[in-house]
């Protein structure tokens, strides 16, 4: 079979759309629960703990299947894994829609599996079939990510009103199988494993590499933030003094602020081998708009679009070290398991220590200032993974 390079321009287009289709899976399925928290609390009698899980499981999925997921593609073919993926995902949405609260909490589960193997998989698909465009594309499906999040986000609370919660997240439903539709044509281009994808061989390699625990740590300090803020933002806004309605459309003008730099990443980044200053930048806009929210919080709106576009640049940044920092598909499958093991670890453990530490201080004060603190950490993350290095070199 010959490399997609020579495929023909339309099955080139169809590839790209498949891609920008499967991202945005990666990120709505899960964002759209937290709005409906307090019905779903109401039907099942749930208590705190047990309404965060279903913000929780899905980063713990992503963390314990990122590994794997490598491994399932080198067996399977990154199309066919990938295509599963999507099933998984579908039959999650599905599942988390029935009115039981096991079937809930074990949609939610499946949710996070799947997504976890596109998150995986797709900066190693890009590497392999699109060497030379891995910052335009990290980009464009950074941004569908980000569109297909704030959507969801914005659509699912009046959709509960007239479906019901659980009608309103069986419309996501649409997402997956759009994605399905338009993937089936590539399980029969590369019937055969992806030889390159990698092998248990690199992680030695990986965990011995300083410059692949960089990207990892960049990755990883900008999940935790972006996920404390994504599980949190409209509580610290309403103790703030805003209303509950003014802090859920806050809530969505962040996660659409992470799409606009998908717009403009790319031409900044093109043919430029060292991303430093790129990396940096972002952090610390994590880090300004963080201490904003702390210090100035009547300026709200102006925070969540700074710390939207600054999680979103980390998140393109960091997907685009992947393969900016690697030799070949095989190490950057390798390394993105590595990274977003790591990182979703944290990124799990990090809304729920916060929230605690929240309910021992009663207050948003030290939790905000210690997340800043995580910005700042990825910003000198970001000058040490944005250098023109790659592993083994």
Known sequence: MHPVSYRSPNGRTLMLIGILLIA???RAPITAMPPLLA??????GLGTTAAGALTTLPLLA?????????LLARRYGLERTLFTALMVIALGIGLRSVSAVSCLYAGTVLIGMGIAAGNVLLPSLIKRDFPNNIAALTGAYALAM??????????????????????????????????????????GTRAAPASSTPTPLYRGELLRSALAWQVTLFLGLNS??????????????????LSPAEAGSLHGVLQLATAIPGLLLAPMLRGRRDQRLPAAA?????FVALMGFLLAPQFALVWSIVFGCGTGAGIILGLSFIGLRTENAGQAAALSGMSQFIGYLLAAIGPV????????????????????????????????????LRIGT
């Open 62 to 70: 992503f963390a314990l299947l990122s590994p794997i997921s490598a």
């Open 353 to 388: 220590a916060v929230g605690a530490l929240r309910d021992s201080l009663g207050s948003w004060q030290v939790p905000l200032g210690l997340c800043a603190a995580l910005a700042l950490m990825a910003a000198i993350m970001g000058l040490l993974a944005g250098r023109n």
């Open 282 to 286: 972002a952090a610390s806009l994590s």
């Open 224 to 241: 935790v933030v972006f996920y404390v803020a994504i599980g949190w933002l409209p509580s610290i806004l309403t103790d703030a003094g």
């Open 24 to 26: 945005a899976n990666l």
């Open 39 to 44: 019905p779903i609390q109401a039907d099942f």
């Open 146 to 187: 980000g569109i297909a999040a704030a959507l969801g986000s914005a659509a699912v609370v009046p959709l509960a009103k007239s479906l019901g919660w659980g009608g309103a997240l069986a419309t996501f439903l649409i997402l997956p199988l759009a994605a399905l539709a338009v993937w089936i044509p590539q399980l």
